[in-house]
């Protein structure tokens, strides 16, 4: 996550859903994964925030504080901690370097600090790692490992993970994800995916897991509408099924 993408369309609607998760009661544990900016043009959609009347309605506290620091120039991502948004929520700023051992440790104090989260998420620019990030260190930075997703999943919490979609078929890419972890988790056995055009957030709940997130998810996704759709993937002996949740008033309608 970079600071030029504060505010951008995409980051409108995971505060939003960042917040949802607050307000039912889940303790929240918000690894940014920090990179620096870049000269990209990544993170200019934001044009959505001169259009009110369309977009303030799904979450008008949210909507008017982005506008608000992105006309000031203030593109930070401390800035949604400082809104106190979630006021019980922990944040960690560190740099998300190519170094996997600088990383590593970022986790692990994390960790040790948010002892008593009930989710943790990963915020990446891009998402799960790909073969590429094993033959080339370049890009590291934009990707999450498995490994590090392990740390977490061990201290039995709930994972949250950010989920740039390839030009690939959404479904079946779900699904490919999905097994890469179930391969690499104890316990995994099902996952919740809330999709927009763009992206996903992937839920991965622990077998133990004492907060009812579906609910949060659905009642998301229904307020989002058409613009958000869930998914639930589920381990079975032969492999794994993915069924649709909820559906869109007007796919056509899609922004996210």
């Not at 369309?9 to 889940?26: F, I, N, P």
């Not at 043009?41 to 620091?69: E, M, N």
């Not at 039995?156 to 479904?171: A, G, I, M, S, T």
């Not at 996704?221 to 613009?227: A, G, Y």
Request: charge should be neutral; charged fraction near 25%.
């Amino acid at each position: 996550m970079k600071d030029q993408y504060f505010g951008d369309q995409t980051d409108y609607l995971k505060h939003s859903l960042l917040r949802q998760l607050a307000q039912a009661g889940v303790r929240l544990a918000i690894h940014w994964n920090r990179t620096p900016d870049d000269t990209t043009r990544d993170g200019q959609r934001t044009s959505y925030l001169s259009k009110p009347t369309i977009w303030r309605g799904f979450d008008p506290d949210v909507f008017d504080f982005i506008r608000s620091a992105v006309l000031n120039g203030e593109r930070r991502l401390e800035k949604f901690e400082e809104g106190g948004f979630i006021p019980q929520a922990l944040f960690c700023y560190d740099a998300w370097t190519s170094q996997p051992d600088l990383r590593k440790k970022s986790l692990r104090q994390f960790l040790e600090a948010s002892d008593c989260s009930d989710l943790f998420f990963f915020d990446p620019d891009n998402g799960l790692e790909v073969a590429a990030t094993h033959t080339s260190k370049s890009n590291l930075a934009k990707y999450v490992l498995f490994d590090e997703l392990a740390l977490v999943w061990e201290k039995n919490v709930d994972l949250l993970v950010y989920q740039h979609y390839p030009r690939v078929n959404r479904q079946h890419y779900i699904r490919h994800r999905f097994a890469q972890m179930v391969s690499r988790f104890d316990g995994l056995e099902r996952a919740f995916v809330l999709s927009t055009s763009h992206a996903a957030f992937i839920f991965l709940p622990q077998k133990k897991s004492t907060k009812d997130i579906r609910t949060v998810f659905t009642a998301f996704t229904q307020n989002w509408d058409p613009h958000v759709c869930m998914f639930e993937i589920v381990k079975t002996e032969h492999g794994d099924t993915i069924t649709q949740l909820t559906t869109q008033s007007n796919q056509r309608e899609l922004a996210f």
